[in-house]
Nanobody, 116 residues
Framework: QVQLVESGGGLVQAGGSLRLSCAAS????????MGWYRRAPGEQRELVAT???????NYADSVKGRFTISRDNAERTVYLFMNTLKPEDTAVYYC??????????WGQGTQVTVSA
């Protein structure tokens, strides 16, 4: 089996920055697309950014120009660099990965809180 473990959330003032990390572990045959999603209070989970195994990124319009997704295939880790954070970025952020053989898996989530 496989698992994803996120880290890097926390409390930051508006305009600040945070970096989220998500490491995959277990019996891994390969990982295709990895990504980050978020769920704000009272809202549905939404896509933040994804990145293919070859490094091609995709961003939600709300974070374009502020967030950067990257991955280290050797370390089986995906990162989300969040700059110019806004209070509306406050949410629980979830890592997602499409594992070969095992399919789609989610991390446990990490809280990001942006104060005004």
């Amino acid at each position: 089996q496989v698992q994803l473990v996120e880290s890097g959330g926390g409390l930051v003032q508006a305009g600040g920055s945070l970096r989220l990390s998500c490491a995959a572990s277990g019996v891994i045959f390969g990982i295709d697309t990895m990504g980050w999603y978020r769920r704000a209070p009272g809202e549905q989970r939404e896509l933040v950014a994804t990145i293919t195994s070859s490094g091609s990124p995709n961003y939600a319009d709300s974070v374009k120009g502020r967030f950067t997704i990257s991955r280290d295939n050797a370390e089986r880790t995906v990162y989300l660099f969040m700059n110019t954070l806004k209070p509306e970025d406050t949410a629980v952020y979830y890592c997602n990965a499409d594992f070969r053989k095992w399919g789609d898996r989610w991390g446990q989530g990490t809280q990001v809180t942006v104060s005004a």
